[in-house]
């Protein structure tokens, strides 16, 4: 059980997906200028990435490794990734419209998000088992969302500040991001995990 | 005849800005004195090439800004910072560190952000720890206080090292750092009590044989106490003032003290105690001058109790389980992050509107 | 014809830079911009990548109906990345190593998928290869651009470990420029990346901006303006 | 063997993928396009054509179609802004080619040489001007919107566009434009500025 | 509705044959060369450490995979064995220090049959460059330090860093980089010494997956 | 509120609350209010705008050169908020248009001018001397006819205010003044206090309220002693005429800004906030000025309309400061002049206090309803603000807004023109106090901001809304177009149609009669009837021109121009026009080219 607290932990803090690791930067960048996108797109890559952690780790356990087809890897997985994507749209579409409307437009954007690829990779390297893969599937997303709403609240005040002209938008997004990450080094070291 | 036209209120309560600032540097004195008489000259002069940098660096980003550089050099904001700045670091660190750091605070952090009021983050703690992070070695280079000190420098000693890195008898930093431990031959280079707590601690000794250290004739260790008290002394004179309210110290140290004293009640030989925690590192600085500057930390009065609150828990996880022995600054930095999320939910109720939120 | 080419060139480099405009394709961008080598080979993989994949589908693109366009797109790319990452496997094996991950995550570089929805898709082939040319070495330019800069601070070197992309010779390459004692180590660390880049797009957005004064100076073309009602 | 078997494998995932992709197409096709009546809801609708199309709604639908969202002097920035916000797209200023943003101004004929001609009747795209053949005409200022489609046409030149003139109930707290200030120095004059922003 | 889904999945899955066939094609191309890019990389560390003279037996293969992660930091670790003249001549052990600075350290440690160390080198690391990085030997020849040093004891005080009373240097500012190495060898040092014959006894056993090895260092 | 008690001479039973927020800027009451209220010469020429309350314009009901009477209707009490003025004192009136406002924005508006005979002579004065016994509706009626508004701030009319209050339980009536320098209810509180305890009853009988609270700030206690007196005076008789458990009581407040607006002191009196978007009605409050309540008598009992009020004229450059009863219209240059105002360089002369009035541009402006105080104080004394820095979020603001918002929240977002943001952080509900101005240490000037911002918010409803109708029209008249050009091509249609047909019959024709049929036709067939086809040909041709005029591009107007015989001086002036316009053009358009 704390192996897992401290796997989640890791995963969310310590290796953070969008600061550490640098995973679904795009997205990160291309969603946060408001906190509701934000959020609607967090519950999205929450959802799918968790989602596409277990399905490619299953992919990966009864298909590519009996097998021994390890270069057809990176191929499987985001063909799982897009059916699992789709399939989201369709669950979500079907049963609630207003969910819809808030996740709609991200959940196309999700397919090239790379941290969902990256965890299913990942997984696979850490040789993640189908808990672990879970547990990791999640954190990173919690990660994920985490920083994305942060940085999307943040964003709404910077949009207010006096910005000088040439870094306004994307360079002080960047540069903000860049301090977030900063800030994240104070988690180095907290759990010692590889 | 004409008349002069203005918006009301036409009364102002006069109390500026730079009235203000002034006031926190009147309340650092009790504390850099304190680190003066402790550690040596190494803080004056860190003062003085921080405030000189910030200033030439804030009139040279109003400047290529469009900004009218007098206005912005007399409201004393950088003046802060690089005091806060300079009295953050190792007193001995080389000049390069200092003036990389100010710049980065000034240009980077408070300006590509718009300026005065508009940084999101602490200039001075994001420029603590970009040094941190980018110098380890610089930035863990404290010297023993004066009481334990083998020797400490004089005042052209100490300029000579923060420019050359020897005193003028040839001595290195590393070599002043040693301390007089009396029994032992060998002299052990200087760690910070905080720092020395957690290598020991990471070597499996409990925390009783940890505070057996030569550093720790006091309660939080020679010197650092006598500094977080001086401090502690500038920060009730603020609350006096009225430039600072009592919920962010108040709920910093709060926060801190409650997870210390569980801390110490759960596992007494691993986790230091109330009186370590507040009374090194920089606790006090913290509490009363850094978490409080009004730029970067929540608003309303619910906001800054989240805010401290959230500080102390961020400054005792990272001390405890983190990589870092001191982390005021990161602390400060991860709550940063969280002030507009922290704003956006703790508004406080407006007039008329009680049976909304409910 | 040619002024196709021309603006192909032009949106792939600077207008329409994939990195610096539409900021797709971050992730690789930041993390393995360590060092020049690293950059330069990832900035040749995601060409290579780009260019492929924008040839193939430009060439199938009349039989795929639109609703699977996606997944076919992304089966092509996928296909062409595994090539890339055997190829590089096979042939650069220190810089396979080095990348890492993110071989396979070009994949997800929505550049690329990016370039084959906005445009391979619609155009034929010869210039679909082209602009997966331009964009892929206006995204490599910017790779090798931040790759130096954080080198240069970081380690004080240009080219340190240009061998595993090209052999042992390439050794020779590496260029220590400046000797620091204390290198900035923020430059190669995670922060470092983020606000490198923050200073390339400002950067440009401040030529830019010099351009657009420069060009204010010139009159203003009047557009034509609709009638709403028809009068004489 | 086993890669065959591989292909085989992949070959099915990729199968039902297709097959739920297709099932998806067609349960779920996107139907109409609301955006328009949203891009429509944000501009003047002064209908004055100098973004190049025959109206507000054409250039709405323009907009969605892809078109830029800086055509629109009577909107000006903010609307734009507006724009930009509602489809997540970069604000860029004011296309300089389309005209650039000015005061609200209304349509007011000078009655005494107006011939009636109705021209500026049938260019009114609101119907705001009233009147007819060899009669005076007069615009109904509450219903222009200041467009200046009639200035045009009109043979003899007698409508002049007027700043909308200002009154107390619709002041925007523009301490600058009262008219009369007695500003001597230079702290004063930026002070009122700082009033004005 | 059926037609469409139909043709949709035969499109997909034909494009997924064609996908799948090139990569397997191109798989197996280039299958060789890999697994000899590979085997080469591995030999060149294991050459610096055990120099061709030392051996004339087929190291990448004359290997066992030990099973001690209390020693040796993680399960399943591979020992290369030299022999001349089927005579042992020299053992490379891979081992993890858990406790680096940030993450695991994996280090390459041969020792010669006594139980002498011949050489360590670093694998794969992530410590903090400028800092920690000086555990590698281009940057830094600390790791030479280990060179012909033997253990005496189990607990023997010379292994361990001079700031904790040891022989070897700590980096300034970054003793927790030294310190786990130092760590990881003493102990394989130390199991090396004492399990020396049983090492070159055992049967090979690790062939056939070179490229696992390799995917867990990543 | 529910506990309802006889007035026992005793405050302390009333429990305060408070509210949150507040400051305590320098009172300086002194010493305008050390003297009574003093009369003052009266000026030769009134200005009286015809709006000085909130609502609609009301008609004018004299012409220039009419002899008007003090008191008389100048214009109709009109409908919906509508009041009326009257004459201030009697004269002559001499122009009806557009003077300049007592108004923030120096803007003009319509109004009258009235030169004083100075004899001051009333008109006829019809009092309701005994209100009692009219209803209630007469009364409110009475109320309005005699232009009663709000003399506490925004110049609601009374009337209006009393009628549409359902439920009161207690009237509030609001001495509290908290603003620096105003002292015009304080003298008179002290000098009128038996008038407006008359004048609350009224009010009190017309709301049928429970309780009446006279609010009062400590630091009045002169007026707090005159109050009480008059109340104990006034309990003795009220018992004998109203209901016996009404509760009269002055309730005496901590002295902090701004405990007189009426949301704080209801809050301060009762605990309870009246709802956003809502009147202290909805809580059972009704609050009046003292001022108000004193207009109310005056106009009941002695039949006065609205004419005169008290006016505070103090600050430093004011050398005689005290408080006036001054005429309505008496313009302010008149007013200064009569206590000796020695203006400095840059001087403000300020409609208000010193944290919520407006500034002057020219003291040609008239004294209205709602003028309290013409505060003219020197630099020294209220030094203008400094520059303004950047906002450096200490939460200052935020400490002492009495609505709780977050005034540096509201500042950033409406500098950065984000409306929705405004919305959602309240900025409707800011009184506009001032007090976050006051303490703010950057000296922005924040009210002004959310003025700005308010205005700006109702100009883009406004802009929406007029954008909603134009959508419409230009709808609809595409429609119309639409319609019509459908029905022209029908026409067409149906031209062509009858031509063809017309046609096809005269081929007919000859061809019947080579077949040697009988020229009748068989069947008394329309389109084959060559009278009917020639009168479908003349239809069909008349529509066509129709259609070709409703279509064409040259106007009747202009042919008939070019067509004109060019002895017609009308057309030849047209058409000298025409050319004009013509040549006009054409220059601009070389101007243009060139
Ligand atoms: C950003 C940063 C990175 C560090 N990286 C390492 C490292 O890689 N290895 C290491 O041993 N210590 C590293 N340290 C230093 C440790 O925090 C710790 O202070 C040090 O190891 C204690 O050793 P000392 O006793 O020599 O000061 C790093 C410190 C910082 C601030
Ligand atoms: C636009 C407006 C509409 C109002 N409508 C009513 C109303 O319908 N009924 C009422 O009793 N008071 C109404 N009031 C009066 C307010 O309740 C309040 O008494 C008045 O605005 C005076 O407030 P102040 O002087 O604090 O600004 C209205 C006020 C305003 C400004
Ligand atoms: C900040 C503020 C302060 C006010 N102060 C007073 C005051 O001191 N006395 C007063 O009678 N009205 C004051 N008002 C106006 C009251 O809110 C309210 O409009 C008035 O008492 C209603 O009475 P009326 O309708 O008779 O004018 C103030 C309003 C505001 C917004
Ligand atoms: C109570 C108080 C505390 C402050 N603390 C800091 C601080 O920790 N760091 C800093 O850079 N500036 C500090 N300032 C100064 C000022 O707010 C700072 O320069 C702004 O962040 C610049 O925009 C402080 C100011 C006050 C009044
Ligand atoms: S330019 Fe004129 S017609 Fe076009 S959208 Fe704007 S207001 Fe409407
Ligand atoms: S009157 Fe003239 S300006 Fe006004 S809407 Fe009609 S055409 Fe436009
Ligand atoms: S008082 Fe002024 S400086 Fe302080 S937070 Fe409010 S607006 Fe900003
Ligand atoms: S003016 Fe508005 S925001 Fe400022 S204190 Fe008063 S109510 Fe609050
Ligand atoms: S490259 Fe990682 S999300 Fe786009």
Redesign the pocket.
């Known amino acids: 059980m704390t192996e897992i607290l401290l796997l989640l932990i890791a995963t969310v803090l310590v290796n953070n997906f969008v600061l550490v690791q640098f995973l679904g930067l795009c997205p990160f960048m291309g969603v946060s200028n408001k906190l509701e996108t934000a959020i609607g797109m967090s519950m999205a890559t929450t959802f799918v990435l968790t989602l596409a952690s277990v399905s490619s780790y299953l992919v990966n356990q009864y298909i590519l490794q009996p097998l021994d087809l390890m270069s057809l890897r990176t191929l499987s997985f985001i063909l799982v990734i897009a059916v699992v994507v789709q399939f989201t749209e369709m669950v979500v579409h079907k049963t609630s419209p207003t969910l819809y409307r808030l996740l709609g437009i991200f959940l196309p954007l999700i397919t090239s998000n790379c941290a969902v690829l990256g965890v299913a990779l990942l997984n696979v390297n850490e040789q993640h088992n189908f808990i672990e893969s879970i547990v990791y599937g999640f954190g990173a997303a919690v990660g994920f969302s985490l920083v994305l709403i942060l940085f999307s609240a943040l964003r709404e005040r910077i949009a207010a500040a006096d910005v000088p002209l040439p870094f306004k938008g994307a360079a002080i997004g960047m540069i903000t991001a860049g301090l977030m990450s900063l800030a994240f080094m104070g988690f180095a070291g907290l759990v010692s995990f590889s | 005849m004409s008349f002069f036209i203005a918006s009301s209120p036409h009364h102002h309560l006069r109390r500026s800005t730079a009235d203000l600032m002034r006031l926190v540097l009147i309340a650092m004195i009790p504390g850099v004195l304190a680190q003066w008489y402790f550690f040596g000259w190494g803080v004056i002069l860190q003062l003085i090439l921080a405030i000189g940098v910030a200033l030439a660096a804030e009139a040279v980003c109003l400047l290529a800004r469009n900004r009218e550089p007098s206005s912005g050099l007399r409201d004393y904001t950088a003046v802060v910072t690089a005091a806060l700045l300079a009295v953050s670091i190792p007193p001995l660190a080389p000049w390069w560190v200092i003036v990389i750091g100010t710049l980065f605070s000034i240009v980077i952090v408070k300006h590509l952000f718009g300026g005065v009021g508009h940084n999101i983050f602490n200039p001075a703690m994001a420029g603590y720890v970009l040094l941190l992070v980018s110098f380890p070695v610089q930035m863990t280079s404290w010297l023993p206080p004066a009481t334990i000190a083998q020797e400490l420098p004089g005042f052209w000693d100490s300029v000579r090292v923060l420019l050359f890195g020897f005193t003028g008898d040839g001595y290195s930093l590393e070599q002043i750092r040693r301390v007089d431990t009396g029994a032992m031959l060998d002299a052990v280079v200087m760690a910070t009590p905080l720092d020395h707590i957690k290598t020991e601690l990471a070597q499996g000794y409990t925390l009783s044989e940890a505070k057996s250290a030569i550093i720790f004739q006091g309660a939080a260790g020679t010197g650092w106490q006598w500094v977080n008290l001086a401090y502690l002394a500038g920060g009730l004179y603020l609350l006096k003032q009225r430039v600072i309210t009592w919920h962010i110290p108040g709920a910093l140290l709060g926060s801190l003290g409650l997870l210390a004293l569980i801390g110490a009640v759960f596992a007494p030989d691993s986790l230091p105690n109330v009186d370590i925690h507040l009374l090194s590192g920089a606790t006090m600085l913290a509490a009363f001058f850094i978490a409080t500057d009004p730029v970067s930390a929540a608003t309303s009065t619910r906001g800054k109790l989240v805010y401290a609150a959230l500080i102390g828990l961020l400054i005792y996880v990272i001390r405890t389980w983190g990589g870092y022995p001191d982390a005021v600054a990161f602390a400060v930095l991860l709550a940063n992050l969280c002030v507009p999320v922290i704003d956006q939910y703790t508004r406080p109720t407006v007039y008329g509107h009680h049976e909304e939120r409910r | 014809m040619s002024s196709e080419y021309q603006t192909l060139t032009k949106n792939g480099l600077w207008e329409n830079n994939p990195a610096l405009v539409q900021l797709l394709g971050l992730c690789p961008l930041l993390a393995v911009t360590g060092t020049v080598t690293n950059a330069l080979g990832l900035g040749i993989a995601t060409m290579l990548v780009l260019i492929g994949s924008n040839v193939t589908v430009s060439l199938v693109r009349n039989f795929v109906p639109k609703e699977i366009r996606i997944p076919v797109f992304v089966i092509v790319i996928a296909t062409f990345v595994t090539l890339v990452e055997l190829l590089m496997n096979a042939f650069t094996y220190g810089l396979y190593m080095a990348l890492g991950i993110f071989i396979p995550l070009i994949v997800t570089n929505c550049a690329i998928i990016g370039r084959a929805e906005a445009y391979a898709s619609k155009n034929p082939w010869p210039q679909a290869a082209f602009d997966g040319f331009m964009m892929g070495l206006g995204f490599a330019c910017v790779l090798v651009v931040l790759g130096a800069m954080r080198e240069l601070l970081g380690q004080g070197t240009l080219f340190d470990g240009a061998e595993m992309l090209l052999g042992e010779w390439a050794r020779d390459l590496r260029i220590q420029l400046v000797q620091f004692d204390y290198p900035l180590l923020l430059a190669i660390l995670p922060p470092g990346a983020f606000l490198g880049m923050g200073f390339l797009i400002a950067g440009k957005n401040w030529l830019d901006g010099r351009r657009l004064q420069k060009a204010q100076q010139s009159p203003v073309v009047k557009a034509q303006r609709a009638r709403v009602t028809t009068v004489n | 063997m086993s890669w065959i078997i591989g292909i085989i494998a992949l070959s099915v995932l990729a199968l039902v993928a297709g097959l739920i992709l297709g099932f998806a197409a067609i349960r779920f096709r996107v139907e109409g396009d609301p955006i328009v009546e949203q891009i429509d809801q944000i501009l003047p609708q002064t209908q004055c054509g100098q973004c190049g199309y025959p109206g507000c709604r054409p250039y709405a639908q323009a907009i969605a179609d892809g078109d830029e969202l800086n055509k629109c002097p009577p909107g000006g920035q903010a609307t734009i802004d507006r724009l930009a916000d509602l489809l997540g797209r970069e604000a860029k200023p004011l296309d300089a080619a389309h005209g650039a943003e000015d005061v609200k101004k209304v349509a007011v004929i000078r009655e005494d040489e107006c011939i009636g001609c109705t021209k500026c009747i049938q260019a009114c795209p609101v119907d705001a001007i009233m009147g007819a053949t060899r009669q005076m005409h007069t615009v109904i200022a509450d219903e222009c919107t200041g467009c200046d489609l009639c200035v045009e046409p009109c043979p003899v030149d007698c409508i002049d566009m007027l700043p909308l003139p200002s009154k107390p109930e619709r002041w925007t707290w523009n301490l600058e434009q009262i008219p009369v200030q007695n500003i001597t120095d230079a702290a004063t004059a930026q002070q009122s500025q700082g009033g004005e922003r | 509705m059926l037609k469409t889904m139909q043709k949709n999945g035969l499109i997909l899955g034909g494009f997924a044959v064609l996908a799948t066939t090139l990569i397997i094609i191109a798989q197996l191309l280039t299958a060789d060369r890999i697994e000899a890019q590979q085997r080469q990389e591995l030999m060149r560390t294991l050459n610096t450490l055990i120099p061709p003279a030392l051996h004339d037996n087929d190291l990448y293969s004359d290997c066992i995979l030990l099973n001690r992660p209390e020693v040796l930091g993680l399960a399943e670790q591979p020992v290369y064995r030299a022999r001349i003249n089927g005579a042992p001549s020299a053992v490379a052990i891979r081992t993890t220090a858990p406790d680096g600075y940030s993450g695991q350290i994996h280090l390459l440690v041969a020792l010669t049959p006594q139980g002498v160390v011949k050489g360590v080198r670093v694998l794969q690391h992530r410590e903090t460059p400028g800092l920690g990085d000086k555990i590698e030997v281009e940057r830094n020849p600390w790791i030479l330090g280990f060179d012909n040093q033997r253990m005496r004891s189990e607990n023997d005080a010379r292994w361990a860093v001079r700031r904790d009373g040891g022989m070897f240097d700590q980096f300034t500012g970054a003793t927790i980089t030294p310190r786990a190495v130092v760590n990881a060898v003493a102990r394989t040092t130390w199991f090396a010494q004492n399990e020396m014959d049983a090492l070159f006894q055992a049967p090979s056993n690790c062939l056939g997956d070179p490229e696992q090895w390799f995917e867990e260092q990543s | 509120m529910s506990a309802v008690q006889k007035y026992s001479g005793n405050d302390a039973d009333i429990r305060l609350w408070s509210f949150p927020g507040g400051i305590h800027p320098p009172e300086r009451k002194a010493p305008a209010n050390q003297a009574p209220i003093q009369r003052l010469a009266l000026a030769d020429e009134f200005i009286i705008p015809l709006r000085q309350h909130?609502g609609a314009l009301s008609e004018v009901q004299v012409a220039v050169g009419d002899h008007v009477l003090k008191g008389d209707l100048l214009s109709a009490p009109g409908i919906e908020?509508g009041l009326p003025v009257h004459a201030p004192t009697s004269g002559e009136i001499i122009e009806i248009g557009e003077f300049p406002l007592n108004h923030p924005s120096g803007l003009s508006g319509p109004g009258i001018r009235l030169r004083s005979d100075h004899l001051d002579s009333w008109g006829e004065r019809k009092p309701l001397a005994d209100y009692q016994q009219h209803n209630h509706l007469e009364v409110l009626e009475h109320l309005q006819h005699m232009g009663i508004a709000?003399l506490?701030?925004?110049?609601?009319p009374t009337a209006?205010?009393?009628?549409?209050?359902q439920g009161i339980d207690c009237l509030i009536i609001n001495g509290a003044e908290c603003e620096p320098y105003i002292a015009a209810d304080d003298r008179l509180m002290r000098e009128h206090a038996d008038e407006i305890v008359r004048g609350s009853l009224i009010l009190q009988w017309l709301t049928h309220a429970k309780s009446i609270l006279i609010a009062i700030e400590d630091n009045k206690p002169e007026a707090i002693a005159a109050m009480r007196n008059a109340l104990a005076q006034a309990n003795e008789n009220t018992l004998a005429t109203q209901a016996s458990e009404l509760a009269l009581k002055v309730v005496v407040i901590p002295t902090k800004y701004p405990s007189g607006?009426?949301?704080q002191l209801t809050q301060i009196l009762t605990g309870k906030q009246v709802p956003a978007n809502g009147?202290?009605?909805d809580i059972g409050i009704?609050?009046h000025?003292t001022g108000t309540a004193w207009a109310v008598c005056r106009a009941i009992d002695h039949g006065e309309p609205l004419l005169e009020r008290v006016v505070t004229l103090t600050g430093e450059a004011i050398r005689r400061p005290c408080t006036a009863w001054v005429p309505l219209g008496t313009p302010v240059q008149h007013l200064l002049e009569q206590v000796d105002f020695q203006p400095e360089a840059q001087q403000r002369v300020i409609i208000g206090g010193p944290m919520m009035g407006f500034t002057l541009p020219h003291l040609q402006v008239p004294v209205i309803k709602t003028t309290n105080c013409v505060l003219a104080p020197t630099r020294k004394e209220l030094p203008p603000a400094g520059p303004e820095m950047p906002c450096i979020r200490c939460g200052a603001c935020a400490d002492v807004c009495p609505a709780s918002l977050l005034p540096q929240q509201l500042y950033w977002l409406a500098n950065a023109n984000d409306y929705d943001g405004l919305k959602a952080h309240h900025l409707a509900d800011c009184?506009e106090c001032g007090a976050c101005a006051y303490v703010c240490p950057s000296e922005i000037p924040l009210v002004q901001y959310y003025r700005q911002a308010k205005a700006e918010m109702r100009e883009q409803a406004i802009e929406h809304h007029k954008a909603e109708i134009a959508r419409q029209r230009f709808e609809a008249r595409q429609a119309r177009l639409e319609r019509e050009k459908q029905e022209r091509l029908e026409r067409h249609a149906q031209a062509a149609k009858a031509r063809e047909e017309a046609l096809a019959a005269r081929k007919q024709q000859p061809q019947a009669s080579d077949d040697g049929a009988p020229r009748t036709p068989a069947k008394p067939d329309a389109n084959t009837d060559p009278v009917a086809s020639a009168v479908a040909r003349a239809k069909a041709r008349k529509a066509e021109r129709e259609a070709a005029r409703a279509e064409s591009k040259e106007s009747p107007a202009e042919s008939a121009t070019e067509a004109a015989p060019p002895e017609d001086p009308k057309k030849a002036a047209v058409a000298a026009a025409i050319a004009r316009a013509k040549a006009r053009k054409a220059a601009k358009q070389k101007d243009e080219d060139s």
Request: positive net charge; proline residues 4%; hydrophobic residues 45%.
């Open positions: 909130i908020h709000g506490g701030g925004a110049g609601f209006r205010k009393v009628a549409s209050a607006g009426e949301r009147l202290p009605a009704l609050m000025n009184i």
